[in-house]
């Protein structure tokens, strides 16, 4: 049962335009959000995050947008750089506070120079 | 290096052997993750440590794994009698405070013959 799910394995982008990342769960007891990136060969590296009470959370070019009524949150990174190139993954976390990580299987994104 | 480390990084082993995986964490984190990833897949809750209490254990996947943090710093986690299937990567995680972030070390890749 995948509680959490990145539909798109792969995502191909130009650089200097917007990739747009997207997750879908389905627990509802999920509050609290996070995105991680991880190249070859290191463990993931967390990018953002976002509690349920909020609908965006901006870091530089790194934003998340929550959707709780659809169970649908996406990350958008604008511009995107050759460096964004990696493997994303959406996480999510019930009980704020549990500290109980529920990953997605990842979406490999590439982007194009 | 401020970063979590793992050790070993990679570790080959037949069937029916016991290892032993060892993380420290940053050094002012007082929690402490362990997760699994296998193949196209994200990282797997496997237990979790708040200073030396054990938290969450329910996770691990069979009795053969056990994790320790006996002096609330480094952890090991063992897995006893090895299987094909214990094939994966392991990671370690640390974090300061719930809602923090976990950080993540390098992992060690376990092969198992």
């Known amino acids: 049962d995948q509680q959490v799910k990145q539909n798109s394995p792969s995502l191909s982008v130009q650089e200097g335009r917007i990739s747009i990342l997207n997750c879908d769960y389905t627990?509802?007891?999920?509050?609290?959000f996070l995105w991680y990136k991880k190249y070859p060969a290191e463990g993931p590296t967390f990018l953002i995050s976002i509690s349920s009470i909020k609908d965006k959370n901006e870091d530089g070019r790194f934003t998340v947008f929550l959707n709780k009524s659809a169970k649908h949150l996406s990350l958008h990174i604008v511009p995107s750089q050759p460096g964004d190139s990696a493997v994303y993954f959406c996480?999510?976390?019930?009980?704020?506070?549990?500290?109980?990580?529920?990953f997605g299987t990842g979406t490999r994104l590439t982007i194009i120079p | 290096d401020t970063g979590v480390s793992q050790d070993p990084r990679h570790k080959i082993t037949k069937r029916g052997q016991n290892v032993t995986f060892r993380c420290d964490p940053i050094s002012e984190h007082n929690r402490l993750y362990w997760y699994r990833q296998t193949l196209g897949q994200g990282p797997e809750f496997l237990t979790y440590?708040?200073?030396?209490?054990?938290?969450?254990k329910s996770r691990l996947l069979s009795d053969r794994f056990s994790a320790e943090r006996p002096k609330g710093s480094f952890s090991t986690l063992e897995i006893q009698r090895t299987e094909q299937g214990d094939s994966a990567m392991y990671l370690c995680?640390?974090?300061?405070?719930?809602?923090?972030?976990?950080?993540f070390g390098p992992g060690t890749r376990l092969t198992v013959l």
């Open positions: 995680a640390s974090s300061l405070s719930a809602g923090k972030g976990q950080f």
């Open positions: 627990n509802s007891m999920f509050d609290y």
């Open positions: 996480a999510a976390e019930a009980n704020f506070g549990n500290e109980k990580l529920t």
């Open positions: 440590f708040q200073n030396e209490a054990q938290l969450e």
